[in-house]
């Protein structure tokens, strides 16, 4: 599609198979939803527990009897290589007297050995060892008192689990996402910066910030001349299923240029040119059809750096910026080349506070780590790095969330105030109406397609 359209109706037609847009029920999302533990507590109970959440990453564990840990609110879960090389999901909890069974994020067993009382579990959760199982009233415990398991499922190299025994299935929740995400290859890729951060903020405020874009101009200036962050050019769409997705234009200059004195040929879109051997001098005049010919040279030199997953991308994918919200708390964009990672858990007890996961995933480029460099600095890209654990203030999460951390902080002190009377939202907006009004669902006992009660929704 040649980049010389300058009509706005025009420039729109080129969409990305549009979701349907749900009805809204106009949500005035009071600041109480922020702060309340009564309202905390019944978003773990019929929402938290009913969904699914994305935990850990299956190449992370790749030997028999490799786990991972992780914490969600009040919950350990445990992920476990199986014999067989598939991953099973438990509690980590040991259902002697409830003591954890681990606390180490990473690690090998040949199986769980309770640290109260040394009961034994296999990788597969059975219970196989109990000090004087003759001793128990109501019989010997092994092969009875097993771990609880929990479904999970694996998908674009994550390991995704549910605390609902009868859920539906991972490809049903994820809907439309399901089949854009498997074209990247996202199973490979390997991580590059890992931060998890201690915030002060409700988990929701952070959410409700990545899911709208009209904050961009204000919190984020310094990105006006490297994306097309105006309304009017991006495509916003909702799932039924929950989900919601922005469609940013990318490899070409902002739009909100046009008519300035500002230069069209900004520096980032000349490193975008240069990196795929382009010249910005063969585009004076003509600066619009520096999207198309990326997206061409994209196509011509991405499998000799090692991107053969280019060929399953759509041309638009190739440059531009999908960021998508996974219901209900699972944040990330989206590019032919980079995976950013934003997610944000619940504290166990304080509505207050939440957990906030800055991470950022990218394919290893053939034979060398260039293209990595390219965005992140000078680093080893056969070398995945460990999270790096802190609270918020210690040190920088990087510009972009540093300014999107630091203005909600202040919006969390906000909707504690009596001043505070509910949202007035822009249209642009109605994707934080829509999460809202989902989270709702699950709370009166609805799933989100099309609000039917949990019964019909599952016919």
């Known amino acids: 599609m040649s980049e010389t359209i300058t009509n706005i109706d025009e420039w729109r037609k080129e969409d990305a198979d549009a979701w349907p847009e749900p009805e809204f029920r106009g949500h ?8 309340s533990t009564e309202f905390f507590e019944k978003e773990w ?38 014999p067989d090389m598939s991953i099973k999901a438990f509690y980590n909890v040991c259902q002697h007297r409830a003591a954890r069974l681990v606390f180490n994020d990473v690690d090998n067993v040949d199986a769980f050995i309770c640290p109260y009382h040394g009961w034994r579990f296999e990788l597969d959760g059975e219970l196989t060892y109990a000090r004087d199982a003759e001793d128990f009233p109501e019989g010997d415990p092994c092969g009875k008192m097993n771990l609880i398991e929990i479904p999970c499922e694996e998908f674009a190299g994550f390991i995704w689990v549910n605390m609902n025994e009868d859920c539906e299935s991972l490809q049903e929740y994820l809907g439309p996402i399901w089949d854009e995400w498997s074209r990247y290859e996202i199973d490979d890729w390997k991580r590059y910066v890992a931060m998890t951060v201690n915030t002060p903020v409700n988990w929701k405020v952070t959410l409700d910030n990545f899911n709208e874009s009209y904050h961009l101009p204000t919190v984020h200036p310094q990105t006006e001349s490297r994306i097309e962050e105006n309304y009017r050019y991006t495509q916003f769409d909702m799932a039924d299923e929950g989900h919601a997705r922005m469609w940013m234009r990318g490899g070409a200059p902002s739009r909100q240029l046009i008519g300035t004195d500002r230069p069209l040929m900004n520096p980032g879109l000349e490193d975008q040119l240069n990196r795929w051997g382009l010249d910005a001098k063969d585009f004076e005049g003509r600066e619009f059809e520096t999207r198309e010919a990326i997206q061409n040279a994209m196509r011509e030199k991405g499998p000799e750096m090692g991107y053969d997953h280019f060929a399953n991308l759509r041309d638009h994918q190739l440059t531009d910026t999908y960021h998508y919200f996974i219901f209900p708390n699972f944040a990330v964009s989206v590019w032919a080349d980079g995976f950013h990672f934003l997610r944000a858990t619940p504290h166990p007890t304080d509505p207050t506070k939440s957990v906030f996961d800055n991470w950022w995933y990218a394919p290893v480029p053939k034979d060398n780590c260039e293209q990595v ?10 070398v995945e790095v460990e999270p790096d654990r802190f609270n918020y203030g210690d040190k920088s999460m990087g510009l972009l969330i540093d300014q999107d951390i630091g203005v909600t902080g202040g919006q969390q002190l906000g909707l504690r105030s009596r001043g505070f009377k509910g949202v007035y939202l ?9 999460y809202h009004e989902v989270i709702d669902d699950y709370i009166e006992g609805r799933r989100p397609h099309g609000g039917k009660p949990v019964a019909e929704a599952a016919e």
């Not at 005035?28 to 702060?35: D, H, L, Q």
């Open 45 to 82: 109970e019929e929402m938290w527990t009913k969904v699914w959440l994305l935990l850990g990453r299956a190449n992370e564990i790749p030997e028999v009897g490799d786990y991972q840990m992780e914490e969600v609110g009040p919950e350990s879960i445990l992920m476990v290589r199986q």
């Open 426 to 434: 822009a249209k642009q907006e109605h994707r934080i109406r829509r």
């Open 373 to 382: 460099r390219t965005i992140l600095g000078p680093m080893d890209a056969d």
């Open 28 to 35: 005035s999302i009071p600041g109480y939803r922020y702060s």
